[in-house]
Antibody, heavy 119, light 111 residues
Framework: EVQLVESGGGLVQPGGSLKLSCAAS????????MHWVRQASGKGLEWVGL??????????TYAASVKGRFTISRDDSKNTACLQMNSLKTDDTAVYFC??????????WGQGTLVTVSS | QSALTQPASVSGSPGQSITISCTGT?????????VAWYQQHPGKTPKLMIY???KRPSGVSNRFSGSNSGNTASLTISGLQAEDEADYYC???????????FGGGTKLTVL
């Protein structure tokens, strides 16, 4: 059974940093690209970024809204993907999901972790 | 403002069919066969209903179907049931630097 479990969310002040983790199991993590998607309360879904597999040189791509502030990494030995978030803004307040695709859609989702950016 | 445009709300009676549209551009919906649709009930994680425009993941009812025409994709739900009441989102790959975009979501009300 595929499982994705996010952790690391919490309350942080504007300008601060936070690191989220996504622990994966039940599939070939090392061969899979991993995505992060977020959803502010009462709002729609927003793609944040992805990290590709070793085969694709662990290349990363980010949404314009987070580029230069967020960094995605992975540790294939621990089946874990991470989202390092710096220079956080109040607009970054959201539930953050890690996800894995099936074809061109996000099929596997974690339960999400809440990030609140507030003073 | 979301990159893909969806109606804010649609409604239908049990047993009826409804269609939700998702309008983009030739850089996303019209340029890739990677349109997907998600169902999200309040407080729940999104559930993939359609991927690659027309494909259904295992376990998804065949009452859900997808199509694409030019820069507009559509999700059709036939034989509406009360449990179909939820928010629906579309997504697509894009050739822009954003790489992946979502629609703003459509609230389906089953009357």
């Amino acid at each position: 059974e595929v499982q994705l479990v996010e952790s690391g969310g919490g309350l942080v002040q504007p300008g601060g940093s936070l690191k989220l983790s996504c622990a994966a199991s039940g599939f070939s993590f090392s061969g899979s690209a991993m995505h992060w998607v977020r959803q502010a309360s009462g709002k729609g879904l927003e793609w944040v970024g992805l990290i590709r597999s070793k085969t694709n040189n662990y290349a990363t791509t980010y949404a314009a809204s987070v580029k230069g502030r967020f960094t995605i990494s992975r540790d294939d030995s621990k089946n874990t993907a991470c989202l390092q978030m710096n220079s956080l803004k109040t607009d970054d307040t959201a539930v953050y999901f890690c996800a894995r695709t099936l074809g061109g859609g996000f099929y596997y989702w974690g339960q999400g972790t809440l990030v609140t950016v507030s003073s | 403002q979301s990159a893909l445009t969806q109606p804010a709300s649609v409604s239908g009676s049990p047993g009826q069919s409804i269609t939700i549209s998702c309008t983009g551009t030739s850089s996303d919906v019209g340029g890739y066969n990677y349109v997907a649709w998600y169902q999200q009930h309040p407080g729940k994680t999104p559930k993939l209903m359609i991927y690659d425009v027309t494909k259904r993941p295992s376990g998804v009812s065949n009452r859900f179907s997808g199509s694409n025409s030019g820069n507009t994709a559509s999700l059709t739900i036939s034989g509406l049931q009360a449990e179909d009441e939820a928010d629906y989102y579309c997504s697509s790959c894009t050739s822009s630097s954003t790489y992946w975009v979502f629609g703003g979501g459509t609230k389906l009300t089953v009357l």
